[in-house]
């Protein structure tokens, strides 16, 4: 953990301009009962029936929220990049409840933790920072509905194509982080881009796969 500086009070404020409407005394308050932590990609940042430490607003970096299973498979629910925060930690101080998933660093973070104090002072006293985080819920909502509606009704070809898409071209991942992000084994997921090569669609290194088809990797993800 590093002391809040000037610097990264600059950043936070660029990346939550709701905190800004803050008088300036009652921002100091704030900011005095606040830690940064810098954490290295991989950290577990907190795990399922673990309680609520604060609230996480990130600064750099990204996180990613997985729900596993007892056979080891995991499901990525969402991710958490800067100007955002966890709806999952919301929920847990709203509702004075346990985490019912992992959040894990998918890159090196820096985040600023306010406590839980500070959090509902927050949510009592400043209409922005409310609106700001039912947004979030109403966002986040959206996307596990989406999530949800795939897994349920659309097959595993489908969502790695769809996925594949929304990612830098080439594509710097492994398999099984791929799988990861889909709920699926890597022996699955290896064997469908294998296909998806054999096609000309794809291009397959180590740690390396390079889109040559767009418009058939849309199509397939549109059926």
């Known amino acids: ?7 990264t ?6 990346h939550y301009p709701m905190l800004a409407e803050l008088p300036a005394s009652k921002l ?12 290295p990609s991989g950290t577990t940042v907190f795990d399922e029936n673990q309680a609520c430490q604060g609230f996480p607003l990130i600064l750099s970096g990204s996180l990613r929220v997985i729900k596993a299973a007892a ?3 995991e499901l990525q629910l969402y991710r958490v ?3 955002e925060s966890c709806i999952l930690t919301s929920s847990c101080l709203l509702g004075h409840t346990r985490y019912q998933a992992r959040g894990i660093c998918e890159a090196d973070v820096e985040m600023l933790l306010l406590p839980a104090s500070a959090f509902h002072v927050l949510l009592e006293s400043q209409s922005s920072f409310r609106t700001y985080v039912f947004h979030l819920f109403s ?7 989406q999530l949800v509606s795939a897994v349920a009704f659309q097959k595993l070809d489908q969502r790695l194509a769809a996925l594949l898409l929304t990612k830098q071209n080439p594509i710097r991942l492994t398999h099984q982080a791929l799988a990861d992000e889909l709920g699926s084994a ?14 000309g669609w794809l291009l397959l290194g ?13 199509k397939l993800a549109a059926n």
């Open 1 to 7: 953990m590093i002391v809040l500086n000037s610097d």
């Open 81 to 83: 990049i800067p100007g």
């Open 206 to 218: 180590r740690e390396h796969i390079e889109i040559i088809d767009k418009s058939a990797l849309a």
């Open 28 to 39: 100091d308050e704030l900011l005095a009962q606040a830690m940064v932590m810098s954490l």
């Open 139 to 145: 966002d986040r909502l959206t996307d596990l509905m």
């Open 9 to 14: 009070r600059l950043r936070l404020l660029q």
């Open 186 to 199: 890597r022996e699955m997921v290896s064997r469908l881009l294998k296909g998806f090569a054999d096609q």
């Open 71 to 73: 056979n080891g498979r």
